[in-house]
């Protein structure tokens, strides 16, 4: 249960049951993220335009895979969740993504893979701790400036999100409870999945 009540349909008016209704529209259900953010729905707003901007010319796998380092470095159940989901539904078989959870170097990902991955949790562990080794493996791997960039971004965008949830105890949404047991456990990395 988040540490702040958050929007209901019954409280919602105005911007805020707009967010409630297109996210329920978008999705089927209302996230337990969005009945945080309708507290400030030009805040939502604002994340979702950088997202869409973020990920307007990025390729789909390799966001969910920064994506997902980031947010198991930060220990976010909820982003862990989401992307491993998203990376089991369209682009890996779910006992890898369990797999790279786990430990991405033994998952059989290929260089560029766990490159970006790398990349990612050094921005979140310390951005400052990043060097021109770093990057200039990427390089070496086939990535431009501007794909470089992309993971970094995907990663500081992560701890925005993440960071928010999880200091007000926003939980994971009760659907994430439907995926395979063992997959849901390796994905659920701090915070617990809502019940019902």
């Known amino acids: 249960m988040a540490f702040i009540d958050t929007v209901t349909e019954e409280s919602a008016s105005g911007k ?3 967010v409630l209704e297109a996210d329920r529209a978008r999705l089927g259900y209302v996230p337990n993220y969005t009945r945080l953010f309708a507290h400030r729905p030009a805040v939502y707003a604002a994340w979702r335009q950088l997202v869409a901007a973020i990920t307007e010319n ?12 980031a947010a198991r470095r930060l220990r976010s ?3 862990t969740l989401a992307h491993g989901k998203v990376l089991a539904d369209r682009f890996l078989e779910p006992t890898v993504v369990r797999d790279l959870v786990v430990d991405r170097h033994a998952a059989g990902l290929d260089e560029v893979d766990l490159a970006i991955m790398d990349l990612a949790e050094k921005v979140v562990d310390d951005a400052t701790s990043v060097i021109p080794a770093d990057v200039d493996k990427l390089r ?3 990535l431009s400036d501007v794909e470089i960039l992309d993971v970094v971004l995907a990663a500081a965008a ?3 999100f993440s960071k928010t949830l999880d200091a007000l105890c926003v939980e994971a949404d ?3 409870g439907e995926l395979e047991p063992s997959l849901r456990e390796t994905l659920t990395v701090g915070r617990p999945i809502a019940v019902g």
């Open 16 to 18: 805020a049951a707009e």
């Open 58 to 69: 990025v390729d789909d796998r390799r966001y969910e895979l920064a994506t997902i380092a």
């Open 77 to 79: 159940s909820y982003c």
């Open 140 to 142: 070496g791997l086939g």
């Open 158 to 160: 992560r701890c925005f």
């Open 174 to 176: 009760a659907v994430y």
